[in-house]
Structure formats: C-alpha cells, structure tokens
C-alpha cells in the first residue's frame, strides 16, 4: 500500500516539548451502544474523531439496511447539534445472512463495512459466524466489490488458551482465508500480538490493522496487579510485554498498513465490577492523549499523523480530513469517573494525569 506524505506541523513550547497540529483523525473501530449510553458516550468520540466505523453488535445484531440507516440516525440525534461527524455503518455477519443484502447495502453506502465475529467471541456475539464457510457466498460479493471485511480475529475452542486464540485464528483461519479470496480487503482489527503484526506487515496491500490505545500502554500484568482490576479486562485480552512491544513498533513505524481503531467499548462501572464483569474499555474520552503518549515515549511523534488521519482513510479509499486538530504538552488529569444518568464509567487512564491536551476546531490548510 502507498504511503502519503504527512503534513503534521510540529512546534515547541518552552519546556522543548512539541505542540502538534495534525490532519483531524479517524476511528476505525468503535462502540456507540444503543439508548441512553449512546446518548451518553456518542459525544465523546464526535468530539476527536471526524469519522468512526462503527460496530453493528447491538441487540438485536445490525443485519440490513434498515436497520444500519436507523441506527446511523439515532447516532446523529444523540450528538450536539454543533457536532461535525460521520458514522459509518458497519453489517454484523452470520452464517444466514443475505449476500444480496449485503452487496446492496455496499452499493447504497448503508454499509462501509461487514464484521466477522467469531460466535461468542466478545459482547454480542452470539449471532456470530460458526463456520467461516458458511459465509463465502458473502465474500466473494465482497471481494468483487472492494468491501472491506473487518475481522475479530480470535478463535472461540474452549481448548485453546485464551492469550493463543488470535495466533490460532491466523493459522486456521485468516491464511486460508486470503487463499481462497486474496483480493479481499481485510481489516485485522484490534490486534494484540507480535504474530498478528508479521501477518499483516508481510501480506499484502488488501490486509491492514488497527490497534487500540491500550494494547499500546499495559500488557497483561495490569489486569491483577494489586489483585483483579476488572478496567483492564478487554477482549481480545491483553498480552505478554512483548506482543505490546511488537504492537508500539508497528503503530509508529510509519506503515500504512496500521491505523487507528480505539475500540471504546464503555460498560458501567457496575457492570465491570462483579463477578462476571463485561470485557472492553471505554477510551473515548482521551483517545489521542493516549496514543500521543505512546508516540512521544517511542519518540515517534513524526508518525503520528500517519497512524491517526492518513492510513486509515487511504485504505477505506475515502478522502483525507481537511480540518487541523491540536495536540499540546500540557498535563491532563483524567478523572475517576464520569456521570451519566444511569450510573458511572470508569474511562480508560481513570486517576492519571496525561501530558497532552487535545484541542479541537483547528481550521483547515
């Protein structure tokens, strides 16, 4: 895949650390939920994010167009009325959807996308794909149409160890795949492994890959350090020091085979904190905070525009962002917690004090 050139405008502040002005970015990978928590969290990533592909594992699955338009509308109703942001709709597979449905969809702009889950392999997946066979009428209608197949890449065998399925899903799964369809476009989303970063480096331009803020920032210790710390626990879950190692090499190597997916996943708090608390993060809120921070400690801040604003949308084939956002060095103390109506959520970084602030509404080149 062709790389384009960055136009990230860097400038210090007296202490020498850089003030960043960026193309506005994208998230290629999120969760809005449905009802009074969209309402509450919807703002959060409109506020960052010019555009967010957005996850079709509701309640009911979103399976058709109708509902992908009904869900694009109340996305928008949930938003300030300021708020300038497209939500681009995604198709929940399953083993009986219509390809046709699917190929018209594509063709309508109600789906930028489908999602392969693997059934049962995080929140709402129980409608997920059984048999990757299953579906192949639907690929090859996507295959012929350019339509990008995003991918939770982790096999669901109760006999296979949980920090494995992604590397398994590889091996059985994503290799044969990409033979019997290698013009498929495919997103390898949240990725959380050294393997899943060589598949995706070494194949070719139709496979890329996001990564989340928090597969860059703690590995697997987190989750018990100090005992369970149930705000840590993602699926896929975090891995090994050395696959978050791997990761934070791919994100900044400048390749534009990775881009940006923050896959805010927000739960209450009650929910997260029982005895089967639910799996995800709610990072919306300091999503760019959180990757400049990782960028600046692999003194990569030169690639930051790439990973965030550019490699997305070069391979979505849709055009780059025109409005500027700003990234200053100053401290931001992210809180415990946040209010909504029903409850609390406890965002990603709750009780740290970040070093960047993201500044919105800066105006276009």
């Known amino acids: ?5 960055s136009e990230q405008a860097v400038s210090s502040n007296k202490a020498g650390r850089p003030t960043l002005t960026l193309r506005r970015p994208d998230d290629w990978h ?9 309402k509450a969290v919807a703002p959060y990533t409109a506020r960052q994010f010019a555009r967010a592909i957005v996850m079709p594992n509701l309640v009911p699955p979103v399976t058709t167009i109708a509902a992908a338009e009904e869900y694009r509308s109340q996305i928008l109703a949930a938003l300030p009325s300021d708020a300038d942001f497209t939500p681009l709709m995604t198709c929940y597979l399953t083993d009986s959807i219509s390809a046709e449905e699917v190929e018209k969809g594509h063709h309508k702009g109600a789906f930028t996308a489908a999602k392969l889950y693997p059934a049962n392999a995080t929140t709402n997946s129980s409608h997920g794909v059984t048999d990757i066979r299953r579906i192949y009428p639907v690929l090859e209608v996507m295959q012929r149409s350019g339509m ?8 669901t065998d109760h006999e296979v160890d949980i920090f494995d399925r992604e590397a398994v899903f590889i091996e059985r799964i994503l290799v044969g795949l990409l033979k019997d369809f290698p013009e498929l476009k495919l997103v390898f989303e949240h990725i959380t492994t050294a393997e899943a970063a060589v598949f995706v480096t070494e194949s070719g331009p139709n496979v890329a890959a996001t990564i989340t803020p928090h597969h860059l920032t703690f590995n697997r210790n987190a989750i018990f350090k100090g005992g369970i710390r149930p705000h840590f626990y993602c699926l896929p879950v975090a891995k090994r020091e ?8 791919a994100a900044t190597s400048g390749l534009a085979k990775f881009f940006l997916g923050t896959d805010t996943a927000p739960h209450e708090a009650r929910d997260k904190e029982t005895a089967c608390g639910c799996a995800g993060l709610f990072n919306a809120p300091y ?9 600046e400690e692999e003194s990569a801040l030169d690639q930051l525009e790439m990973f965030a604003s550019v490699a997305g949308p070069t391979f979505y084939g849709l055009p780059l962002n025109e409005e500027r956002i700003t990234l200053e060095p100053v401290e931001t103390v992210v809180p415990d917690h946040i209010a909504i109506p029903s409850g609390k959520l406890v965002p990603f970084h709750a009780g740290e004090t970040l070093k960047w602030r993201f500044k919105a509404g800066s105006s276009a080149a």
């Open 1 to 5: 895949m062709g790389q384009q050139s």
């Open 30 to 38: 999120t969760h809005l939920r449905s009802g009074d928590m969209l």
């Open 148 to 155: 990008p197949l995003l991918v939770h890449g982790e096999v």
């Open 242 to 249: 050395k696959h978050r190692l791997a990761l934070r090499k």
């Open 287 to 295: 999503a760019m905070e959180s990757y400049a921070a990782v960028f």
